[in-house]
């Protein structure tokens, strides 16, 4: 069942598709404080029935999900709602589901558990690329940009696993941009973004 305030009637829409029910129910009381509709699906399967009735802006997506993967059904809605941004929840580091991710143009990752403040960050950052696609689109009482540390987390996330595939990927191929897309199998644009990503967190980047 949606969450929805009276003062979020233009926001984006989120879709929390988590199987931890007190992940699940944190995100569905937090996510409107932050200036977004949210509603949650348990599985892969029923967020399907939610997205091919109603298609959301933004998903919150477990990897982990019981009978069809997180990363199955990113595929799927990558294929059939190519609007729709995708932000990956993850408790665990894989580089395989890190290049796929990138391949598809995953917003960002969240690893288990995560910070609230990463959470509105990287919905913030689902918006930014909405509303560039959608210029008119009502701005009133969205979250304003947050900006982004240095990771400084001890454990690999999924987030660090890629940026560190991405850099060294760039400097094998002495900074060219053109060839580093080609060996990862993303388009430059996707990797012009992510650098500029980098950039703006403080990473050196050629």
Not at 20 to 46: C, F, I, K, N
Not at 55 to 75: A, H, N, S, T, Y
Not at 89 to 103: C, K, P, Y
Not at 125 to 146: C, G, H, K, Y
Request: glycine residues 4%.
């Amino acid at each position: 069942m949606p969450v929805v305030s009276s003062h979020l009637h233009h926001a984006l829409r989120v879709l929390i598709v988590e199987d931890e029910s007190r992940l699940r129910d944190l995100l569905l009381d937090v996510v409107p404080d932050m200036g977004y509709h949210a509603t949650a699906a348990r599985t892969a399967q029923e967020a399907m029935r939610i997205m091919e009735t109603d298609p959301r802006d933004i998903l919150l997506l477990d990897l982990r999900l019981p009978v069809m993967g997180g990363m199955d059904f990113f595929q799927i809605v990558r294929n059939r709602w190519p609007d729709t941004q995708v932000i990956i929840l993850t408790g665990f580091g894989d580089l395989d589901a890190a290049r796929q991710a990138i391949h598809l143009d995953v917003v960002d990752f969240l690893s288990k558990p995560c910070h609230l403040k990463n959470v509105e960050i990287a919905l913030d950052r689902a918006r930014q690329r909405i509303m560039s696609s959608r210029p008119a689109l009502p701005t009133e009482n969205q979250p304003p940009p947050q900006p982004t540390s240095v990771d400084d987390s001890p454990t690999m996330t999924l987030e660090q696993t890629e940026r560190r595939q991405i850099l060294a990927a760039l400097a094998r191929n002495n900074g060219n941009r053109t060839a580093t897309a080609l060996e990862l199998g993303i388009s430059r644009r996707m990797l012009h973004y992510r650098l500029n990503e980098y950039l703006r967190q403080g990473y050196p980047v050629k």
